[in-house]
Each structure stands twice: as structure tokens, then as C-alpha cells.
């Protein structure tokens, strides 16, 4: 029997388990017999009875009964009969395994009577599955008592007994309908009993569900008691019970869903009696026989041939034997069982479920998994499958089945899951797997070279045998009623696919027309091949179900929505995006044989895949019942559309009543709920699926057109409920798709206003994914503020929402290029390397982060890396596979990676080697090479097997590089002999295959005494290769023999390492000018003739690519141009990126030059993709602005009286003042020189600027005028700092090694701080000032002695009050109290505060230590009761240690300065914080988040101010939601 056996929801579980103590579930109205049953059971109450005429929703059409006779009535009553008296006898015994094995006996007969009876009903057969799920575990839990009895079982007994009863009402019912089928019989009376019949069935079937609930419950209690293990059973299922909810999809009613169905098979067929002798006997010698050590039987063969049958009738014998560890059907019917995603909970949750002793060790480990941020597949299967079933205790064999393995989408995936248990099924050698498949090239790659696989050569399709003895049997079982020379003729059409005979039996099963059916599958050809007779028997399958000829566009627009579905729907969600006098449920049920359903609310299936094929292939095939995808993707995308017109609207589900203080989606209870109470199945296909649709059609003027009203009217509400829903990733894709699609139809004409629209939608989205995904309704507020003013699409919408939008000033504007802007890094991205299908980037930043993207959609694959290795810089090496499946990289740790790039899983865990190590892409393998010293080490990626290669045979010889030649027959080791610096590289040519050196070659260095990289390209046939040596020299070699053919020594004063690229498809080779890098050589690769100099950049080049046609080259300058030659002739040709870059300082280019992918000195850490086959165009002028030079955009200063901002930008040092209370750039003569630091006096009234040599301007804040400058004795330094004392007369400076303080009063020099001799750079800085004293007597200081000094101004002591502190002086800073002269706060390295007095000496007070290194300024309140460093303040008064400070709002204060002017808003996360109250603000947009945080934001009070990457600053004003906050 099929397992369909369905997992209850523990919460529900427990919910029913309160509701049935405590409140009424049915009230019963039962005649005398039913009564004399109940009492008998003695367990239910009578307020459980069901309520009379109980109506039900359900309005589908029932098929007219066949007629049963009179004979098969009775022995449907006597089995009725026969299941109370079991009931008796349960009711009367002390055990309950004697009654469960009768139980089980009686099921099996009850469950064939009514197949019997009714085997032409979707209800009935439902209720078959239902029953038989409950049979099989009925078998497990007999099994279970009967190794484990006990006399434990009274409650059980109870519950088995109530069960049992409603499974005899159920026996009831069908005799009842056996009866109202008789022929005699009026067809109005007929359907009158079919709809009484129907609606009696239903509320019984759900009364026999909730007494299934409640056995199963007390089964569990009494099992688990039995392994004196029931708490922590409990435990384990409470904990488990979010992380598996996805993978159980379990429906409302706690019952298994839709999708488990499917992968657990329970829709699948069992094999009839006596077919598939041969290849089950195989299977079952091969599973219990311990000579077959081979742990994978490989069953596979056509589709149609029966494979899915055989693998779920083995899953239900091993299922009964207690042998069934767990199942996976793959299948295109659910999204789940298309992709390996979920894969391991689905198997794991089975194994749990089939294996009770594992199930507390596999809950726990699922939700040790969910609570990991991303773990890949290979650990997921270890961890959840292998592992424990590895720890099963007993003998014999368990088993794993996973069906139809070619119906997971993704190649990849297949080959990941293969390569996961082949690698890990030795560890677990108790564990079988049975596998099915078609032979499709993937998989066979994999398995038929494995030593694991068994079964490979066994065939299902004999076409020699034209008897084709299973298909008869199969056909004489469920054809009976037909002649048999119609059997026989079905069976020779079948040609022995057992599809064919299926589909034929499931026709006849369901049509009056017998006859008619039987014609013309006679009139199809024996001899024509059996995909034809496929083709003709869907052809009369569509035919027969069109009765009404009028009808035929209808049909086709059901069919047309469940074929071109992105997942299954119900005949309800049709009805609902079609017309309706469209019955829906209708021809569904007519189209019974290939499809199936079952319930207007299930979703729809396609029996088999064959039937889609079909329906989409072509007109000579379909023959006027073809679908046109493109055309049915358009109707579906109007039918979506039109549905979220009429549902979505302002704060979808109102969850609050603030418009400022907005939540996170977390904040809110029960979200999933709401949205799914709120919103129909429509909806909810229809806000994923809606921009998939339009991308998929072919875009007509008309549907762009509503589209472009759509997202003009009701964008900002999809989006919205979409994050509500935790789905921003699909909309994500969806406009990627879109957009895509736009662009491709439009070409250069892509800036209408709809494409435009499209545009924006998709970019906001990019922008502001994370934003959004926190929170829903920050899409009306920061994330609709950071849009361009003049967007077609967002210019009304920014005018809708003006109450909702943050105050905010700044002149910057948000602009939104034409091309896809990706972000996600934090530091300036350093490679960009293109698959060389150009459908994946790889993007890495210095900070150690690597991102895979999709060209296509723009968006993210896989989860992010990031380089945990110490230090600053991180440097990963990374390579595409020659033909773009597999990426590989290497970490600053040696940590190698190697993963599949169509979503980013590793296809093994990372290895952590010793070495200079390679990760090397063959056409069938992948493998790392790892340099350790002289020697050269291959290992296997997959089986991570390390064998020796070969060895220089020098000791003191270091190999630094390995390169492969494209045949993966030769490598080049280059290197040197460490120990004598003799100032030469050195290469040695090997064969891979006979570990046998070939050349050798010697070229001397520039320069260095060292190793430096060399770049050693081969050509893409191995034919040649060339040695680029830094600074002087190109060698080109044969690559077989070695043999030197042609050497270029170009001497360059820079050293620089240039880089050859030879073309694909002709014979040449290019490289860079070495002298002067503005021009690229061409040589012919077979002599290294010269053949043409290309000339016309006028800065240095930086990429350069040949052009698939290899006629063309194409290159990238500094100079921001794209430029285009022929290489013959060495002349410029038209370009394929019109216009200027902009200030490029990364790029790469797509292999077919469709794609140009780039980072700017601005935006370093985003990346700039541009779609050249769309017209793409660059700038129209060059980029000059010295504020986008660079993203090192510094605040220097701030000025805390009128609201102003210093902001250092560019590689130059420009320094910008900006009025923060309107945005205004204030025109103010800043000296030209880098400008180090920039200090704002107290009072406002004075701005001082210091130079990097050592001049000191004052300003005059009025007028922004000179009025004082000073001089100090030094030498050019890009360190120090200066600022006002706390009346603003003193100025305080120190610089490269100097420190001065000056009197602007007076304009004298004060004494009082110790000289010391210039230095040349920062680290020699003998002195740093912190802080004047109120009453200007004191300064306090710190010295790279690690001392903390206090000098008395004026006075001739040198030494000062000192005490040591510890040492990075440089990032120490200080305070005075206002009211106490003699304390003084010191805060070191961000992250501890020390507090001291001032006396005779330096008395310690007291110690703080800071969660975090968190940068900030230290500040006391204006009568010196409290202290206050970023968020966090301190009663520095009352006691010591000291009191931190809490409350809603910032302790009170005397007067409007000190602390007032101190900000307690924090960044963290992408949020902005207020310490008082204590919560999220607001969220800063992706955009202006950087890993140095410090530079780019500083607070005023209630204001958090940003610098934009074009160095404008953004003041957020977070005063009114303060307000807010504190309110409440």
C-alpha cells in the first residue's frame, strides 16, 4: 500500500487535544445502532455527535454513478457489519495488539471493496488514499507494540474503537451509494442521492479525520512512553515545529498538504499484482541479499515506462517491513519537487516519521540547521540523513527513494545530490539508495563511472517483446469489463509503456463512450512509433472532453492556465482569474485522464510530462488543440494583473497607526496568518507570479501599456504586501525578467515612458531590498524618499505619501542610470569576472566579500562569501570553469572553494590546504592543484583523494604559480630558488599525464631580489603559451614540446605585469604596450609575428577582449572610452558603448560582448552592468569633478551652533562646506593644499583649517573670509588635528611631531607644551592633543610613550601631570568637566572610558569598558552630573562605580548647551538607534551603508547626518519620530 499516512502538526495537535476536553468538535444525532456502538466504545462524549445537516462549500459536479449490482450492496453491508463487531471487541479487551491486527485485516478488505464499488469517483479514490495511509500506519504501530507490549494501551483501545466506528459509518455510505447506482433507478433520483451521498460523505470523511487525530495522538503518548523517552519526544517535536513546517507544508487542518502529497508519492500507483516480476525481484535480492555491497540501485529507462510506479510500491513494502528510512519524488507538479532545496527536510522528516528512535536526533538537528544563516546542501544531507541513520541500531538494511531524479530542474542540483551520497553513503553502510531516472547525460556522467551504482543496465521497455506480459496484466486487472480482443489491442497499441496503457485505462474508466474510445485507439497504427500513438491518444482524450464545440476556447483557457502555470493551481484559483461562465471544475473532470485533482480546492496536477510536451509542441503534432506559450503567459498575466487591481491597497493588513514611527515586519504578530486569512489562493499566485507572466509573453504595446498602469497606481502597495510576505526575492526576479525581456524587444529605443517605469520599479527594489524586507511600510517612507524627484514612476507616488516621507535636507538628488546598478558590498570591489556564457558575475571587494550575480535578473545567486582571514587586505582568487557550471576561489587562508554557478552551492565543503593552491576545471572533473614547496599535489574536488604529481627535484626551490593548458595535459610551475636571490624567475614546462618535465626557462627581474608574479597564458588549444615577466619581457612557446619561438623584451620604468590574451577563433595573441600602457600589440600566435600596434587611448588601458567573430578587439582606458579595432588592419571601428564611462577603476566584458560590467571611483563598492546588445550608452561627457576621484569622502568638522559640515573629498584633498539646515554648499575659500583637519569654534563664530604643510587658516564663519593664519615648523604630513578651547580664544595644533597652542585674541603662542623635532609620518608623532580646560589653565595631551600628560598653559613645566595608559596613542581622545576643573574623562581605542582626577597627580577613578569599539565623542552635561559618550550616559555624581542612565527621554539639564548638543543616535545594522527611548529609528538605505562607518556619519542633537559617495551630506531629522516614540 502506498504510504499516505499524513503528519500532524504538533501545534495543532495539542490545540485539538485542549479543544477535545474543553468545548464540543461535533454533536452526534445517531440512530439506535450507532448509539449501541458508542456506548459500546465508551469514549466519546455525546457532545462529540455530528450535527444534522451539516451543509459544506464544496460545489463540485459529480459524474453520473456506474451501476453496481445488488450482490456487491450486500457484501458492502456485511462489511460494515463485520467493522462494528471489531469495534466490540476492542471495547472489550485488556490489549490492544490482538484488535490492531484485525483492525489491519479489515481495513485491507474495506479499503478494496470500495475501489471495487467506486472506482470511477475522485471522492471516493481520495478517501481510498486516505485509508490506506491510515492502514500502513496501522501496520507500523502493530509492529512497534509487538516488540515493545505493554499495558499501557486503555486510551489507545478507546481511540482505535472511535476511529474504527466512523470507518464503519464510511462502509455504510458506500453501500448506501452502491445502491443509489442501480440502473433501475431514475437519473433524477440518481442525482439526488450523488448530492446527498456526497454531502453525507464529506462530513463523515471529517469526522473519521479528527478520530484519526486523536488514535494517532494516543498512539505517539503510548509509543513514546514505551521508549521511556516521551519528554524529550515532546520537547523535540515542540522545537522542531517551526523549522519543519516547510518542509511537512502541512494544510490549515493540520493534515499533510498539497505538496508533501507529491513528494512523498502518496498519488503514485502502485505496481498491479503480478507485473514487474523480474525488475522487483531484482530489487528485493539487491536490498536483502548482503552480497550486494553496492548501495545505489540506479533504476532507468523511458518516460512512461513505469519507473515511478515501481519506485513507490518498493517505498510501500519497505515501508511495512519497517525497512523505509524516507522517500523524495521529484516531480513538475510543485515547486518543492523541482528543485533540491528541500530536499533533506522533506527525506529527514520521513526518516523521522518511519524511524521513531531518530526522531529526537533529526528534529534537533533541523533546528540546529534553521537556526544557521545559509548551510549547504552536502551538510544538510549529512547532517540530517546520513549521519543519523548511521547511528541506527539493529541489523539489515534501510532504504532511501528518490524517484524520478531527472524532474529536478537544475542540472546542477542533480549532480550536487549525486556527488553528496556518493561521497557519504560509506559512512553509513546499513543505508541503501533506490534511484529512478531517465538516462539523461548528467546523471548517467555521474553514476555509471561510480563503484556504488548496481541496476544501471536493467531495462523497463522490451520493444522485442510484443507480448508485453505487464502491460497485459496490468490491462486485464483494470479493463475487465471490455471484450478481450479490446484488451488485447490495447495492449499491443501500448508497445509495453506502461504510460500508454495508464492513460488508455484511466479514459475508459471515465467515459460513457466506450466504444467510441475503442475505435479510434484501434484506428492508431501499431507500427507507428510510440510518441505518435502518445500524440493521437491525447488527441482523442482533448477531443472526447470537447462535447460542446462552442466550448473549445474555453477549455483552452483552462488548459492554457495550468500549462503555463509557475506551480499548480486549483480549479477555484482558475475560476477566479477567468470569465465566470467558465466552469472550471468541469473540464478538469473531463480531462480526467491526464490530469487530476480530486477537489476544486487541490491543486490541479498533469498526470505526466508527456502531455505538456505535447500540448506545446507544434501544429502537425497538436492538430488544433496547440498552445502557444507566449500568448497563454499574456492571458495570464492580464488575469493577474486585473485580480491585484482589485485587492491591493494602502496598509494592506493596517498593522499600525503611526505615520512616522514605522515597525519591522517582525514586530508584528501572526503576519503569515494575516496574509493568508486575508488573501485568496489567486492572490497570493497572482502578487508572485504576475511580472514572470508579462516577461514571458510576447510584450504587446497594449499589455506594456497595463502594465505601466499597474505599477503607476499600485506598485508601492504590491510591494508592500510582497514583504509582508517575505517574497521580495520573487519581485525581484520578476521585473529582472521583465526589464529584461523590455530591453531585448525595444533595443536603442529602450527609453519610452513604459520601459522607463519598469526600469524604476526594478532599480527601487535593488535599491532598497534589505530595507523593504524589514520592514513593509518603510516603502512609503525612507525608500520612497530615495527615488528621483523626476521618475515617471515615483514622482506621483512621492506627492501621494508627502505626510509619510522623513524629514530630510540635501541638495544630492537621486539618480538612476539606464543600466542595472547591483549593490552589496561595503568596500571598493577589485575583480569582475564574467562565466563565459556571460550569465553569471563574480564580483570581490577588498573587505574579503565575493558575490555571484545574475546577469539576467540582477539579482543575487547563492548566498555572499566573506573572507574571515586577519588583516586588511583580502585577495581571493577566482576562476569560471572553461564552460561556465563551476566556479572556484581561494581564500588569503588557503581555503578553497568550489561551487556550481547556477546557484551558488558548493558542490564540496571548503578545504583548508597548505600551500599555493589552484583550483583547475577540466571538461568532466574538477581538481586543486597545491604547490608544498618543490613538489606539485593533485586533489580530486569530489572524493578529495591526494596523489603526488611530480617535484622539481631541488629542495630549496619554491613553486609560487601553476597554470594548465586547456587539454589538461601540461602545466607550467613557475617559482625561484628562495635562498639565493639570484634575481630570476624561474618555469618549467611538465606533462600532467607521465609526471615528466619537458623545458625549463630562466628570465631575469627587473629589479627585485624576490619572487614576482608572472601571467603564463596558453592558447584555448594548447597549441602555445606565453610567459608575460613583469616589466620587460613576453615569451612565446610551443606548448608540447616547449621550444621557444619568438621573445619581446619592452622595458618599462614601472614594473608593471602585462597580460597576453589569445583569440578563440583565429590565431592571433595581444598584449599591452609595457612602456607606456596606452596601445595593445598584436602578434600572429604560431611565429609571434608582428601584425599590428593598436594606438588612440590617451590613458593607461585596463581590460581588453577579442570579439567572438575574432576579427575585432575591444578595449577599456582610463580615459573613460570603449574603443573598437580591427586588428588586420590596426584601425578604430565603431564601438559598442558610445559616450564616456565615467571614472572607471574596475571592469570587465562579457566573452560575446553583450555585457559590460564596471565600478567608478564614486561608487566603488557597486556595480555597474550594462546590456550592449539594448543599446546601452555611456555619459556624454568625461567625469571630471574632483569629488568623485575617489570614494574617501571624511567629515572634518562640524559645527554644532549654526548647523555646518566640513567634508574632505577626492585624492586631492578638496574640502566642501555645506549648510545642513537647507543642503546648500557654502562658498567658502578653503586652502587648496590636502587639508587635514577642520575645527568649528564653540560660540560660531570662527572655522579653523589645517593643512597638510602645517599652515593654519581661521575663518571668519560670517563672512567665510581669512582673518587669521599661523605657521608651524614642519614638513609635508598628511596627520594631526587641531580645535577651539571651550571659549573659543585658544586654538590648539598638532602636527607632525609639533604641538602649538595660539591665543587668536592676542595671536601669541602659548608655553606650556614640550617641542619636539619634526617627523615625516605619523607613526613618529611624538605628541597628540585632546583638550582645553574650561578655564583654559589646563591642556591634556597624550604622547607615543604611552603616557597621558596634563600641562598647565602658560606655565614654563614641561613635564606636566603624566600617568601611562597603554599604547595606540593615536586613537585616544579626552574631555574636561564643564563644572570640575579637575576631571577629565580619557576614552581609548573606542571601546574603554577612564575617568580621573586631577590633583598633585593623576588619580584613576574609575574604568568603563564599551560593548563594542564603537567611535564617538565624549560629552558632560552643563552642571557635570553626567557624562555621555555616543548612546550611552552615566551619573557621574552620585556613586562610583558608575550609574548608567535610563529613561525615555535624555536626562534633564540647566541650560540649552553642553549635552543638549550631544546626539544619543547610533548606527547599527542599517538602522538608525535613539538611546532614549531605547528602539529603531529609522533605516538608512543600502547605498549609503559603509563598512567605515565613521567617516561617513555624525549626529547633532536629533540629527544623523550621511555623506553620500558624491561627498553631499544627508541630514535625517529624526526629531518628530523621537516624539513619537516617547508618547508612547
Not at 549521519?387 to 542533480?414: H, M, T, W
Not at 483494470?478 to 508497445?495: H, K, T, W, Y
Request: glycine share 6%; aromatic share 8%.
Amino acid at each position: 500500500m502506498i504510504n499516505r499516512a499524513k503528519k500532524k502538526h504538533w501545534v495543532w495537535i495539542r490545540r485539538q487535544l485542549a479543544d477535545f476536553s474543553m468545548k464540543a468538535i461535533f454533536k452526534r444525532n445517531r440512530n439506535k445502532k450507532q448509539k449501541k456502538i458508542s456506548e459500546s466504545s465508551s469514549y466519546v462524549p455525546s457532545e462529540l455527535q455530528p450535527v444534522p445537516g451539516t451543509s459544506t462549500n464544496d460545489d463540485t459536479t459529480q459524474q453520473t454513478l456506474r451501476a453496481q449490482s445488488s450482490k456487491t450492496y450486500k457484501d458492502v453491508s456485511e462489511l460494515s457489519e463485520q467493522f462494528l463487531g471489531i469495534v466490540k471487541e476492542i471495547s472489550e479487551a485488556n490489549d490492544l495488539l490482538s484488535p490492531l491486527k484485525s483492525a489491519c485485516a479489515l481495513m485491507i478488505r474495506g479499503i478494496q471493496t470500495i475501489r471495487n464499488v467506486h472506482q470511477n469517483r475522485s471522492n471516493w479514490m481520495d478517501l481510498c488514499d486516505e485509508l490506506e495511509g491510515h492502514l500502513q500506519q496501522l501496520e507500523i504501530h502493530r509492529s512497534e507494540l509487538q516488540e515493545r507490549p505493554g499495558d499501557e494501551s486503555n486510551s489507545c483501545l478507546k481511540a482505535l474503537g472511535y476511529y474504527l466506528s466512523t470507518t464503519a459509518d464510511l462502509i455504510e455510505i458506500a453501500a448506501k451509494a452502491s445502491e443509489g447506482d442501480n440502473k433501475a433507478l431514475s437519473s433524477i433520483k440518481r442525482a439526488g442521492m450523488a448530492q446527498m451521498e456526497k454531502g453525507e460523505l464529506d462530513r463523515h470523511r471529517e469526522r473519521m479525520e479528527t478520530a484519526w487525530q486523536l488514535y494517532s495522538i494516543e498512539m505517539k503518548r503510548l509509543i513514546a512512553l514505551k521508549v521511556n523517552d516521551v519528554g524529550d519526544q515532546v520537547e523535540a517535536y515542540e522545537k522542531a515545529d517551526t523549522t519543519t513546517m516547510s518542509a511537512r507544508n502541512t494544510d490549515d487542518d493540520g493534515t499533510v498538504g498539497p505538496e508533501s502529497k507529491i513528494a512523498y508519492g502518496y498519488r503514485v500507483d502502485l505496481c498491479e499484482e503480478g507485473t514487474r516480476i523480474e525488475i522487483l525481484d531484482a530489487m528485493r535480492n539487491w536490498a536483502t541479499n548482503s552480497k550486494f555491497t553496492r548501495q545505489i540501485f540506479w533504476l532507468n529507462d523511458a518516460a512512461g515506462t513505469g519507473k515511478s510506479t515501481i519506485a513507490a510500491t518498493m517505498a510501500n513494502k519497505w515501508s511495512i517491513d519497517k525497512r523505509l528510512a524516507g522517500r523524495f519524488f521529484f516531480s513538475p507538479n510543485s515547486r518543492v519537487t523541482q528543485t533540491t532545496k528541500e530536499f533533506c527536510l522533506f527525506v529527514a522528516n520521513d526518516i523521522a516519521r518511519h524511524q521513531p528512535s531518530l526522531a529526537h536526533t533529526i528534529y534537533g538537528e533541523i533546528k540546529s540547521i534553521s537556526s544557521e544563516q545559509h548551510v549547504w546542501f552536502d551538510v544538510k544531507l549529512q547532517r540530517l540523513i546520513i549521519d543519523p541513520v548511521g547511528k541506527l541500531e539493529g541489523d539489515g538494511y534501510v532504504f532511501i527513494v528518490v524517484d524520478a531524479l531527472d524532474n529536478c530542474v537544475l542540472s546542477e542540483e542533480r549532480v550536487g545530490l549525486l556527488n553528496s551520497f556518493i561521497r557519504h553513503l560509506p559512512s553509513a553502510p546499513r543505508l541503501k539508495l533506490l534511484l529512478t531516472s531517465r538516462p539523461v547525460q548528467d546523471i548517467a556522467d555521474v553514476l555509471i563511472s561510480s563503484p556504488l551504482v548496481h541496476g544501471s543496465d536493467l531495462q523497463l521497455l522490451n520493444i522485442r517483446n510484443s507480448h508485453h506480459p505487464d502491460v497485459a496484466l496490468y490491462v486485464e486487472k483494470r479493463l475487465r469489463s471490455i471484450s478481450s480482443d479490446d484488451r488485447a489491442m490495447i495492449i499491443a497499441r501500448s508497445g509495453g509503456l506502461f504510460l500508454y496503457a495508464a492513460t488508455v485505462c484511466r479514459m475508459l474508466e471515465r467515459t460513457r463512450h466506450r466504444t467510441d474510445i475503442l475505435k479510434i485507439i484501434s484506428d492508431i497504427g501499431v507500427n507507428d512509433k510510440l510518441e505518435r500513438r502518445m500524440d493521437m491518444l491525447y488527441l482523442s482524450i482533448l477531443k472526447q472532453a470537447l462535447i460542446d464545440r462552442d466550448a473549445g476556447d474555453m477549455m483552452m483557457s483552462v488548459l492554457s492556465m495550468i500549462i503555463v502555470a509557475y506551480q499548480p493551481l486549483s480549479s477555484n484559483t482558475i475560476g477566479r482569474f477567468l470569465p465566470g461562465n467558465i466552469y472550471v471544475e468541469d473540464f478538469v473532470q473531463d480531462l480526467g485522464s491526464v490530469l487530476k485533482d480530486g477537489h476544486p480546492d487541490r491543486p490541479i496536477k498533469v498526470l505526466h510530462p508527456t502531455f505538456r510536451e505535447f500540448i506545446l509542441s507544434n501544429e502537425d503534432r497538436a492538430n488544433g488543440f496547440l498552445l502557444h506559450s507566449a500568448q497563454s503567459a499574456a492571458e495570464m498575466a492580464y488575469a493577474c494583473i486585473s485580480t491585484l487591481e482589485h485587492m491591493l491597497e494602502d496598509d494592506l493588513f493596517h498593522p499600525v497607526k503611526s505615520s512616522r514611527l514605522l515597525p519591522r515586519n517582525e514586530d508584528i504578530k501572526d503576519v503569515d496568518r494575516l496574509v493568508h486569512k486575508s488573501t485568496t489562493a489567486a492572490e497570493q499566485y497572482a502578487s508572485v507570479f504576475w511580472a514572470h507572466h508579462v516577461a514571458a509573453s510576447e510584450i504587446s504595446q497594449d499589455l506594456l501599456s497595463r502594465v505601466t498602469t499597474f505599477l503607476s497606481r499600485k506598485y508601492l502597495n504590491w510591494v508592500e504586501f510582497m514583504s509582508w510576505r517575505g517574497s521580495i526575492g520573487w519581485c525581484i526576479e520578476g521585473l529582472s525578467r521583465l526589464r529584461r525581456t523590455i530591453t531585448n524587444l525595444m533595443g536603442s529605443s529602450n527609453n519610452t515612458q513604459g520601459s522607463v517605469i519598469v526600469r524604476h520599479a526594478h532599480q527601487f527594489l535593488v535599491q532598497h531590498q534589505s530595507m523593504i524586507i524589514d520592514s513593509a511600510l518603510q516603502t512609503y517612507c525612507m525608500a520612497l524618499f530615495f527615488t528621483p524627484p523626476e521618475s515617471p514612476l515615483f514622482a506621483e507616488y512621492r506627492e501621494r505619501y508627502r505626510d509619510r516621507q522623513p524629514d530630510i535636507i540635501t541638495s544630492s538628488s537621486v539618480e538612476w542610470e539606464d543600466h542595472v546598478v547591483l549593490g552589496g558590498h561595503s568596500e571598493a570591489i577589485d575583480q569582475l569576472i564574467f562565466s563565459p556564457d556571460g550569465s553569471r558575475l563574480i564580483s570581490t571587494d577588498l573587505n574579503g566579500r565575493l558575490q555571484l550575480w545574475d546577469t539576467v535578473t540582477g539579482g543575487t545567486v547563492g548566498k555572499p562569501f566573506d573572507d574571515t582571514s586577519h588583516g586588511s587586505y583580502h585577495d581571493l582568487r577566482c576562476t569560471f570553469s572553461r564552460i561556465g557550471d563551476r566556479f572556484g576561489f581561494i581564500t588569503q587562508r588557503k581555503e578553497v572553494h568550489i561551487r556550481y554557478s547556477i546557484n551558488g552551492e558548493p558542490i564540496i565543503p571548503s578545504t583548508q590546504l597548505r600551500g599555493i593552491c589552484y583550483p583547475i576545471f577540466s571538461s568532466t572533473v574538477s581538481f586543486i592543484l597545491v604547490a608544498k614547496g618543490s613538489s606539485i599535489l593533485r586533489r580530486d574536488v569530489i572524493y578529495g583523494r591526494e596523489a603526488q604529481l611530480l617535484g622539481t627535484g631541488a629542495d630549496n626551490f619554491s613553486v609560487h604559480q601553476i597554470f594548465i593548458s586547456p587539454n589538461d595535459k601540461m602545466i607550467v610551475c613557475a617559482g625561484d630558488f628562495g635562498d639565493k636571490h639570484d634575481e630570476v624567475n624561474h618555469a618549467t614546462l611538465w606533462e600532467l599525464d607521465t609526471f615528466r618535465p619537458v623545458a625549463s626557462y630562466s628570465i631575469s627581474r627587473l629589479s627585485s631580489s624576490y619572487y614576482v608574479d608572472m601571467n603564463i597564458v596558453f592558447s584555448p588549444d594548447s597549441s602555445r603559451f606565453v610567459i608575460c615577466q613583469p616589466g620587460c619581457t613576453f615569451l612565446l612557446c610551443e606548448g608540447q614540446t616547449g621550444k621557444q619561438i619568438s621573445l619581446s623584451q619592452e622595458f618599462s620604468s614601472f614594473g608593471r605585469i602585462g597580460t597576453a590574451i589569445f583569440c578563440p577563433y583565429s590565431q592571433y595573441f595581444a598584449y599591452t604596450d609595457l612602456s607606456n600602457s596606452l596601445s595593445i600589440i598584436i602578434r600572429e600566435q604560431k611565429s609571434g609575428r608582428w601584425i599590428a600596434t593598436l594606438k588612440g587611448h590617451t590613458q593607461s588601458i585596463i581590460h581588453y577582449s577579442f570579439s567572438s567573430d575574432g576579427r575585432r578587439l575591444a578595449s577599456i582606458s582610463y580615459d573613460q572610452t570603449v574603443r573598437v579595432w580591427d586588428i588586420e588592419t590596426g584601425a578604430a571601428s565603431e564601438t559598442i558603448f558610445p559616450g564616456f564611462t565615467g571614472d572607471i577603476r574596475v571592469c570587465g566584458l562579457s566573452f560575446d560582448w553583450d555585457q559590460l560590467a564596471s565600478t567608478s571611483a564614486a561608487n566603488g563598492h557597486q556595480v555597474h552592468l550594462y546590456s550592449l546588445k539594448g543599446g546601452a550608452v555611456g555619459r556624454s561627457d568625461v567625469e571630471l569633478d574632483d569629488i568623485t576621484i575617489t570614494s574617501d569622502h571624511v567629515i572634518l568638522g562640524t559645527a554644532f551652533v549654526d548647523a555646518r559640515i566640513a567634508v574632505r573629498s577626492g585624492l586631492n584633498g578638496g574640502t566642501r562646506l555645506w549648510d545642513t539646515a537647507t543642503g546648500v554648499q557654502l562658498e567658502c575659500v578653503f586652502p587648496r593644499e590636502y587639508v587635514v583637519d577642520v575645527a568649528f569654534s564653540p560660540n560660531g563664530k570662527l572655522i579653523a583649517a589645517l593643512t597638510e604643510t602645517s599652515d593654519i587658516w581661521v575663518l571668519n564663519a560670517a563672512t567665510l573670509k581669512v582673518s587669521q593664519s599661523f605657521e608651524m615648523t614642519g614638513v609635508r604630513h598628511r596627520g594631526g588635528g587641531l580645535f577651539f578651547s571651550p571659549d573659543s580664544d585658544l586654538l590648539a595644533v598638532y602636527h607632525a611631531g609639533v604641538a602649538r597652542i595660539w591665543n587668536l585674541r592676542t595671536q601669541n603662542r602659548l608655553a606650556g607644551i614640550p617641542r619636539s623635532s619634526p617627523y615625516t609620518n605619523i607613526e613618529n608623532e611624538l605628541i597628540k592633543l585632546c583638550t582645553i580646560s574650561p578655564d583654559n589653565a589646563r591642556i591634556a595631551g597624550v604622547d607615543k610613550g604611552d603616557k597621558l600628560h596634563v600641562w598647565e598653559i602658560g606655565s614654563e613645566n614641561k613635564a606636566g601631570l603624566q600617568t601611562t595608559i597603554g599604547r595606540y596613542y593615536s586613537q585616544i581622545s579626552a574631555k574636561f568637566s564643564p563644572m570640575e576643573q579637575y576631571l577629565l574623562a580619557v576614552v581609548k581605542l573606542s571601546s574603554e572610558i577612564t575617568l580621573w582626577r586631577i590633583g598633585e597627580e593623576l588619580q584613576l577613578l574609575t574604568k568603563i569598558t564599551l560593548p563594542d569599539s564603537i567611535p564617538g565623542r565624549i560629552s558632560f552635561s552643563s552642571d557635570g552630573t553626567y557624562m555621555a559618550y555616543e548612546s550611552f550616559c552615566w551619573d557621574i555624581v552620585t556613586a562610583i562605580p558608575l550609574l548608567a542612565y535610563s529613561g525615555q527621554s535624555p536626562p534633564p539639564f540647566f541650560n540649552s548647551t553642553g549635552l543638549q548638543a550631544h546626539s544619543f543616535l547610533r548606527y547599527e545594522d542599517g538602522w538608525i538607534y535613539s538611546a532614549f527611548p531605547p528602539r529603531r529609528l529609522l533605516p538608512i538605505p543600502a547605498e549609503l551603508q559603509k563598512s567605515n562607518f565613521t567617516n561617513y556619519w555624525h549626529t547633532f542633537h536629533e540629527q544623523a547626518i550621511l555623506i553620500d559617495s558624491r561627498g553631499k551630506p544627508i541630514v535625517i531629522d529624526c526629531s518628530s519620530v523621537l516624539a513619537e516614540a516617547r508618547q508612547k
